[in-house]
Antibody, heavy 124, light 110 residues
Framework: QVQLVESGGGVVQPGRSLRLSCAASGFTFSSYAIHWVRQAPGKGLEWVAAISFDGSVKFSAGSVKGRFTVSRDNSKNTLYLQMNSLRPDDTAVYYC?????????????????WGQGTMVTVSP | QSVLTQPPSASGTPGQRVTISCSGSSSNIGSHTVNWYQQFPGTAPKLLIYSNNQRPSGVPDRFSGSKSGTSASLAISGLQSEDEADYYCAAWDGNLNGDVFGTGTKVTVL
């Protein structure tokens, strides 16, 4: 079945780095734009970053720009999020999500498949 | 931070109709389609409505969406106990080049 499985979360000290991975299965990964969305404990949803189907276009939220980098390896059906200079307010569950549309389309940002999420805790 | 504004809570008795509003701006709702997500505690969100008013396969037809100008709304007709959840609107923002979510609305079935 169509599935996204995140991994790589954990507890990390402020200022350190962490890399999240998202393994896709059950669909043609290389045909879809993929995003990262996060949710801090007890809070709402926050979009983090997006990458086009071929990796040529990337967008990121202002809160993570310059610190987080999204990338993908279509040969491995895997998405990555490299997180550097982590801060306590980056503490959240990070979801990998599939976009029903391409990033250039007016309907972009329609998240039809969600992973189960991976928890990242930034604490001294 | 959330760019789209939703009421923090909504409630109704079983069978009632509940409506949730979502207010944005010309750079997001005004120029892009709106999606709605349903989230139960401890689980990942699920796409409920896409492209303003389309239901994915498997979503009951008691859920409906609409959009007008820079606002959108989600309606739940014939409210059921299993509809008790958090609901988020979202839309792409052309100025930010990113998706923006609503503040979220907790629906309680009395």
């Amino acid at each position: 079945q169509v599935q996204l499985v995140e991994s790589g979360g954990g507890v990390v000290q402020p200022g350190r780095s962490l890399r999240l991975s998202c393994a896709a299965s059950g669909f043609t990964f290389s045909s879809y734009a993929i995003h990262w969305v996060r949710q801090a404990p007890g809070k709402g949803l926050e979009w983090v970053a997006a990458i086009s189907f071929d990796g040529s276009v990337k967008f990121s939220a202002g809160s993570v720009k310059g610190r987080f980098t999204v990338s993908r390896d279509n040969s491995k059906n895997t998405l990555y999020l490299q997180m550097n200079s982590l801060r306590p307010d980056d503490t959240a569950v990070y979801y990998c999500v599939r976009d029903r549309y391409q990033l250039h389309e007016a309907a972009a940002g329609c998240f039809d498949v969600w992973g189960q999420g991976t928890m990242v805790t930034v604490s001294p | 931070q959330s760019v789209l504004t939703q009421p923090p809570s909504a409630s109704g008795t079983p069978g009632q109709r509940v409506t949730i509003s979502c207010s944005g701006s010309s750079s997001n709702i005004g120029s892009h389609t709106v999606n709605w997500y349903q989230q139960f505690p401890g689980t990942a969100p699920k796409l409920l409505i896409y492209s303003n008013n389309q239901r994915p396969s498997g979503v009951p037809d008691r859920f409906s969406g609409s959009k007008s100008g820079t606002s959108a709304s989600l309606a739940i007709s014939g409210l059921q106990s299993e509809d008790e959840a958090d609901y988020y609107c979202a839309a792409w923002d052309g100025n930010l080049n990113g998706d923006v979510f609503g503040t979220g609305t907790k629906v309680t079935v009395l």
